[in-house]
């Protein structure tokens, strides 16, 4: 199985930053990387997929970048709604498999 | 628009069965596959498998193998997921979820408690 670790598990940030999430496959994936936004009781969002690709209605202070084994999910201009716990996930293939989350706190 | 409408809260006690099913519309059922995830309480998404619509064809996660069974009927737009020998740790929110190329669409969960 292909394991997806995320970095940090945490962070504590304030309304109006820039934020920058990393998510490392044990194995090269190409760009069949997705990046999920949760928030408490709530089921996930999807935010990107094809590692870079924002679907209409993600607003573009959410970006994706990477290929092969390292990924990156930048959040800028942090606003309140955006505190939520962000998972990345690879569906290169069978079994998918997401990293364990971050935890965006407000600080 | 896409919409994905899952079945209640489920009890059950250890050893039992259950069936959570995931109602679709808005789209043409049988052009997209469905996965199941679930996440224990407190926990991470952990996937549990996929069902292609069209043919039923089905891949499972192997930790679930042999457990899990899923199935569709294409009549009601719906998908099932069956989950047998229940166990304490089977204690999660089961999620359906479409895919498209990469693009999920999420059910809004099923609680499923197992205690005795």
């Known amino acids: 199985d292909i394991q997806m670790t995320q970095s940090p598990s945490s962070l504590s940030a304030s309304v109006g930053d820039r934020v920058t999430i990393t998510c490392r496959a044990s194995?090269?994936?190409?760009?069949?990387l997705a990046w999920f936004q949760q928030k408490p009781g709530k089921a996930p969002k999807s935010l990107i997929y094809a590692a870079s690709t924002l679907q209409g209605g993600v607003p573009s202070k959410f970006s994706g970048s990477g290929s092969g084994t390292d990924f990156t999910l930048n959040i800028s201009s942090l606003q309140p709604e955006d505190f939520a716990t962000y998972y990345c996930q690879q569906y290169n293939s069978y079994p998918i498999t997401f990293g364990q989350g971050t935890r965006l706190e407000i600080k | 628009q896409v919409q994905l409408v899952q079945s209640g809260v489920e009890v059950k006690k250890p050893g039992a069965s259950v069936k959570v099913s995931c109602k679709a519309s808005?789209?043409?059922?049988?052009?997209?596959?469905m996965h199941w995830v679930r996440q224990a309480p407190g926990q991470g998404l952990e996937w549990v498998g996929i069902?292609?619509?069209?043919?039923?064809?089905?891949t499972y996660a192997q930790k679930f193998q042999g457990r899990v069974t899923m199935t569709r009927d294409t009549s009601t737009s719906t998908v099932y997921m069956e989950l047998s020998s229940l166990e304490s740790d089977d204690t999660a929110v089961y999620y359906c979820?479409?895919?498209?190329?990469?693009?999920?669409?999420w059910g809004q969960g099923t609680l499923v408690t197992v205690s005795s």
């Open positions: 194995q090269g994936i190409r760009n069949y």
């Open positions: 808005g789209y043409i059922f049988t052009n997209y596959h």
């Open positions: 979820a479409r895919e498209h190329g990469g693009w999920w669409n």
């Open positions: 069902i292609n619509p069209s043919g039923g064809s089905t």
